[in-house]
């Protein structure tokens, strides 16, 4: 299935799956309710996402002077994809990654970390500069804001019906169903937010695998970012970034949390493998 109309798919669902708790909770002023709250929670992150992420790992802008070949580079696929060149920070961090964040094009960033520019090749570090300057294009900063809404509303009205139940102000749709009202409130308080949550990251890992189509088509060489996935990969294993927070792992190209944990069942991130596996089938583009 293609990574758009994948995200489209999921994003509907995540849409329905609103809706049919409103319905469920009363109506649509809860729905309305947690909406509103959902959004304000993620407004001020979407807004200020380049200042937070950038001060929470230190970066600091890297001076031309310093690295000419990475300007140059992001230069000339910042043309190729048609967007304003980015902003390029540099993180004093040895395991080596890289993200991209901002709000728009307009409003782009691009981060890499000391550590990405020591191990990798040129031809490799232009393979991942092209997958973040796919991000950007892709506006994924904005889809994945309105991921985090919608999957916050469901959070929200979850938590509305369990406090609506513990202090006995809960009714089902239907009460001349008791049992499948509780039923229904069970999947909403419970199940719904664990959907929610899955849903959101199965968005993440959609906008992985088109950001790493998009970093191919505007390189030109899909290998070379294979090679960088691979390298990248290994080393988050055995560097893993200690200043790595699981609110922001999506962001980086390679999970940084790889490393420090066995349990990879909420992943925002695809497989490396099937990453690698997918590039390596495009032909040189």
Known sequence: ????????????????????????????????????????????????????????????????????????????????????????????????????????????????TEGLWRLLTPEEIRGVLAHEIGHIKNRDILVSS????????????????????????????????????????LVMAVVAPIAAMLIQMAISRSREYLADETGARLSHRPESLARALEKLSLASHQIPMEDAKPATAHLFIVNPLSGKSLVNLFSTHPPIEDRIRRLRSMRRV
Do not use: C, K
Request: proline content about 5%; cysteine-free; aromatic content about 10%.
């Open 1 to 112: 299935m293609d990574s758009r109309f994948r995200t489209t798919v999921l994003l509907a669902v995540l849409t329905l799956l609103i809706v049919w708790i409103g319905h469920f909770f009363g109506g649509s002023n809860g729905m309305i309710i947690a909406l509103m709250l959902a959004a304000l929670m993620n407004l001020g992150s979407y807004w200020f996402s380049d200042r937070l992420v950038l001060a929470m790992y230190r970066a600091q802008p890297l001076d031309q002077r310093e690295a000419p070949d990475i300007y140059r580079m992001v230069r000339e696929l910042a043309a190729e994809a048609n967007i304003p060149m980015p902003r390029i920070y540099w993180i004093p961090e040895e395991t080596p990654n890289a993200f991209a964040t901002g709000r728009n094009p307009e409003n782009a960033v691009v981060a890499v």
């Open 146 to 185: 309105i991921a985090a809404t919608l999957a916050g509303a469901v959070m929200v009205l979850a938590d509305m019906a369990r406090w609506g139940a513990i202090f006995g102000g809960f009714r089902g749709s239907d009460d001349e169903d008791h049992g499948g009202g509780i039923l229904g409130f």
